[in-house]
Protein backbone atom coordinates (compact mmCIF):
# COMPACT_ATOMS: atom_id res chain seq x y z
CA UNK A 1 0.00 0.00 0.00
CA UNK A 2 0.86 3.61 -0.72
CA UNK A 3 -0.04 6.45 1.47
CA UNK A 4 -0.11 9.95 -0.42
CA UNK A 5 -1.53 13.45 1.29
CA UNK A 6 -1.26 16.40 -0.62
CA UNK A 7 -1.64 19.70 0.60
CA UNK A 8 -1.02 23.59 -0.19
CA UNK A 9 -4.25 24.39 -2.23
CA UNK A 10 -5.96 27.71 -1.02
CA UNK A 11 -7.58 30.53 -2.44
CA UNK A 12 -5.43 32.42 -4.95
CA UNK A 13 -6.79 35.27 -7.63
CA UNK A 14 -6.32 34.79 -10.94
CA UNK A 15 -3.06 35.12 -12.45
CA UNK A 16 -1.80 34.41 -8.97
CA UNK A 17 0.23 31.32 -7.89
CA UNK A 18 0.25 27.86 -5.89
CA UNK A 19 2.59 25.11 -5.45
CA UNK A 20 1.13 21.74 -4.39
CA UNK A 21 2.85 18.76 -2.65
CA UNK A 22 2.23 15.66 -2.18
CA UNK A 23 4.19 13.54 0.87
CA UNK A 24 4.39 10.22 0.43
CA UNK A 25 4.90 6.97 2.39
CA UNK A 26 5.25 2.96 1.09
CA UNK A 27 6.52 2.44 -2.28
CA UNK A 28 5.98 5.51 -4.31
CA UNK A 29 8.95 6.52 -5.63
CA UNK A 30 9.48 2.93 -6.43
CA UNK A 31 6.27 3.12 -9.06
CA UNK A 32 6.77 3.56 -12.47
CA UNK A 33 5.58 7.40 -12.01
CA UNK A 34 3.22 9.84 -10.14
CA UNK A 35 0.51 12.23 -11.59
CA UNK A 36 -1.51 14.89 -10.88
CA UNK A 37 -5.72 15.07 -11.69
CA UNK A 38 -8.11 16.90 -10.77
CA UNK A 39 -11.82 17.20 -10.28
CA UNK A 40 -14.05 20.50 -10.64
CA UNK A 41 -17.90 20.57 -9.30
CA UNK A 42 -19.75 18.64 -11.38
CA UNK A 43 -16.98 17.26 -13.84
CA UNK A 44 -14.68 14.28 -14.10
CA UNK A 45 -11.47 13.77 -13.10
CA UNK A 46 -9.23 14.62 -15.06
CA UNK A 47 -5.63 14.32 -15.92
CA UNK A 48 -3.11 17.81 -15.24
CA UNK A 49 0.65 16.20 -15.44
CA UNK A 50 2.56 13.16 -14.62
CA UNK A 51 5.84 12.17 -14.65
CA UNK A 52 7.90 8.72 -14.87
CA UNK A 53 9.55 7.37 -12.14
CA UNK A 54 12.87 8.78 -12.68
CA UNK A 55 11.24 12.29 -13.36
CA UNK A 56 13.25 12.21 -16.27
CA UNK A 57 10.07 12.92 -18.58
CA UNK A 58 7.26 14.58 -17.73
CA UNK A 59 3.46 14.92 -19.32
CA UNK A 60 1.36 17.52 -19.06
CA UNK A 61 -2.39 18.12 -20.23
CA UNK A 62 -2.53 20.91 -23.25
CA UNK A 63 -4.52 23.16 -20.71
CA UNK A 64 -2.05 23.66 -18.63
CA UNK A 65 0.93 22.90 -20.36
CA UNK A 66 3.76 26.08 -20.21
CA UNK A 67 1.71 27.26 -16.71
CA UNK A 68 2.28 24.68 -14.70
CA UNK A 69 5.24 22.32 -13.58
CA UNK A 70 5.62 18.32 -12.34
CA UNK A 71 8.83 18.01 -10.31
CA UNK A 72 9.75 15.44 -7.31
CA UNK A 73 12.22 15.32 -4.40
CA UNK A 74 13.12 12.34 -3.45
CA UNK A 75 14.83 12.90 -0.73
CA UNK A 76 11.77 14.26 1.07
CA UNK A 77 9.55 11.69 -0.74
CA UNK A 78 7.19 14.33 -2.25
CA UNK A 79 6.13 15.26 -5.39
CA UNK A 80 5.11 18.98 -6.72
CA UNK A 81 3.08 20.82 -8.94
CA UNK A 82 3.69 23.98 -9.31
CA UNK A 83 0.84 25.95 -10.90
CA UNK A 84 1.28 29.74 -12.39
CA UNK A 85 -0.59 31.81 -14.13
CA UNK A 86 -3.66 30.54 -12.67
CA UNK A 87 -7.10 30.71 -14.30
CA UNK A 88 -10.65 30.63 -12.89
CA UNK A 89 -11.15 26.95 -14.82
CA UNK A 90 -8.08 25.39 -12.65
CA UNK A 91 -10.54 25.60 -10.17
CA UNK A 92 -10.88 21.92 -8.71
CA UNK A 93 -10.03 19.65 -6.01
CA UNK A 94 -6.61 18.69 -7.12
CA UNK A 95 -5.29 14.34 -6.39
CA UNK A 96 -1.76 13.05 -6.78
CA UNK A 97 -2.07 9.69 -7.86
CA UNK A 98 0.80 6.60 -8.50
CA UNK A 99 1.57 4.80 -11.68
CA UNK A 100 0.47 1.15 -11.66
CA UNK A 101 3.14 -1.42 -12.86
CA UNK A 102 0.79 -2.42 -15.65
CA UNK A 103 -0.78 0.50 -16.89
CA UNK A 104 -0.36 1.43 -20.35
CA UNK A 105 -0.34 5.43 -20.35
CA UNK A 106 0.14 8.44 -17.89
CA UNK A 107 -3.37 10.42 -19.03
CA UNK A 108 -5.82 7.72 -17.53
CA UNK A 109 -7.40 6.95 -13.78
CA UNK A 110 -7.14 3.91 -14.18
CA UNK A 111 -3.09 3.88 -14.78
CA UNK A 112 -2.64 4.63 -11.31
CA UNK A 113 -3.60 2.35 -8.45
CA UNK A 114 -3.08 4.96 -5.40
CA UNK A 115 -4.38 8.37 -5.19
CA UNK A 116 -4.66 10.90 -1.89
CA UNK A 117 -7.44 12.67 -0.05
CA UNK A 118 -7.23 15.85 -2.10
CA UNK A 119 -6.44 19.39 -1.64
CA UNK A 120 -8.67 22.25 -2.78
CA UNK A 121 -7.94 25.29 -4.91
CA UNK A 122 -10.21 28.05 -5.89
CA UNK A 123 -9.00 30.72 -8.28
CA UNK A 124 -10.73 33.97 -7.95
CA UNK A 125 -11.53 36.43 -10.99
Same mark, same amino acid.
Given at each position: ?7 ? #???? @? !?? /??? &???? *? +?????? $????? #???? @? !?? /??? &???? *? +?????? $? ?17 ? *? ?50
Amino acid at each position: QVQLVESG #GGLV @Q !AG /GSL &RLSC *A +ASGRTF $SSPGM #GWFR @Q !AP /GKE &RGFV *A +AMTSSG $STTYYADSVKGRFTISRDN *AKNTVYLQMNSLKPEDTSVYYCASRSWNSRSYYTTGDYAYWGQGTQVTVSS
